[in-house]
């Protein structure tokens, strides 16, 4: 076996420095429950965007969200710290307006350094949760 | 710090011009189930794909259906304003024909402008609820 | 608005020919409960891989699997019509042999044609349905 | 039709050479519950990342995890044979230290040579599972 494999594959570097991932992502697929039936708070329906910045800078993010029948809502700002990851539950966005309840709706976030973006729900309107998981659309323009 | 990371990322960028997304989408696992237990009609069971055009310009969208048996049906015809998102719940396609229950599909989503594309079900045949997401096979050809 | 966008944007080329996909594809997360509560055989635990094939030829498919602790085993070969979808329970693969349950698994989809696959679960080992999907990796070499 | 087609697609070369994936991987969305209502241990409440190596060499992998208020944790190191898959708990790992429940968390996975990930859960906290899963986010850097 090749001796030089005996090195760690990436140490360190994943940590510090050497980003990974966009700057731009879009979920096309946004829905808040107006219902639960969980123990608050974990069991909560709710839906969240799961944010991970490896870089060594702080990442400024803006969310945009987009309607069927209105103009879009934001930019909501938030920060994710330099090897911090934030998951952010979109119904605790408030500012500048909460979003609407049992209503179809859509979002960008976009980074001023590359992240990852993965989405996920639970719906706890009946008596069990549901739960899904996605990697966002990732675009490089 | 660097002064210049105090600016917005890509503020305004990204609800007009700039466009996200592909022109050619691939959702490969289609089933309607035939009956529902959940309360109507947030919780029929459905599938849906979410469509999301923040470009500045109406997106002229052609669905089109592929089966194990059977000659491809389609295209639907359907428009996704600029700045908007639209979701589509397959159920309710009927024209030129409706979708047949409890049948394996498959589905392209052809667009003139750039969009994003993601697929959701919701599967309340039991008792309780099973819901899916995942954003569906992106193109560039 | 510019007049050339009122053409259909790409009727019929999503039908024959203009090959949408890859021809190798992952799915890293495979298992096979090995009991179910669900009516059969809609709701029977199984596994699947939903492939479509919206080229002009017929795609032939090798299906390889991976395990932890033994040697691959197929191909498991199988084709899709030309402007075809296949759904293909994991379950019912048995030549060469069978898939063992409750083992954990991982396949490779190869085809001499492009196509797309999205990887489908439903376990129905308590009295409720969970369901998953997700696009496979698909992979240009 | 072509003769050439009639040979099999690509018959041997996914099991040993020919890799496919990526050396670094992403997933944004981690979280273990901390209770469970399934049968031990199939169905406890667990998170997985399901590793695949097609390759004729063995994987040197390493799992940094990051989180909201703290620095990272890891690296967490193992391997995956050539022509192997390794369906690896999150709740198991414990060198350099266990991993909290009920705290939301990302991972970063680096191997040496090009791999699959796919991400999983099962949430059996209620008296029925909800499962995800979806494949991680690729880095070619």
Redesign the interface.
């Known amino acids: 076996?090749d001796q030089t494999?005996q090195s760690?594959?990436?140490?360190g570097s994943?940590?510090r420095g050497?980003?990974?991932?966009r700057?731009?992502w879009?979920?096309?697929?946004?829905?808040i429950?107006s219902w639960s039936n969980?123990p608050e708070p974990?069991?909560a329906s709710h839906e969240?965007a799961?944010?991970?910045n490896?870089s060594d800078?702080?990442a400024?993010?803006?969310i945009?969200l987009?309607?069927?029948?209105r103009?879009?809502a934001g930019?909501y700002?938030l920060r994710v710290p330099a090897?911090?990851?934030?998951?952010v539950r979109f119904n605790e966005l408030d500012d500048p307006e909460p979003i609407p309840k049992?209503t179809?709706?859509?979002s960008?976030i976009?980074?001023?350094v590359p992240i990852?973006?993965?989405?996920?729900?639970?719906?706890s309107?009946?008596?069990?949760?549901?739960?899904?998981?996605?990697?966002?659309?990732?675009?490089d323009?």
Chains 1, 2, 3, 4 share one sequence.
């Open positions: 076996m494999r760690t594959p990436a140490s994943s940590r050497n980003p990974v991932g700057r731009r879009a979920i096309a697929d946004g829905y429950p969980g974990q069991l969240a799961c944010l991970l490896i800078e702080e400024n993010v803006e945009t987009y309607f069927e029948d103009e879009p930019p700002r090897g911090r990851t934030r998951h049992d179809d709706y859509a960008m976009e980074s001023d990852v973006v993965q989405h996920t729900r639970l719906d309107r009946l008596a069990e949760n549901a739960l899904l998981s996605t990697i966002a659309y990732a675009s323009h």
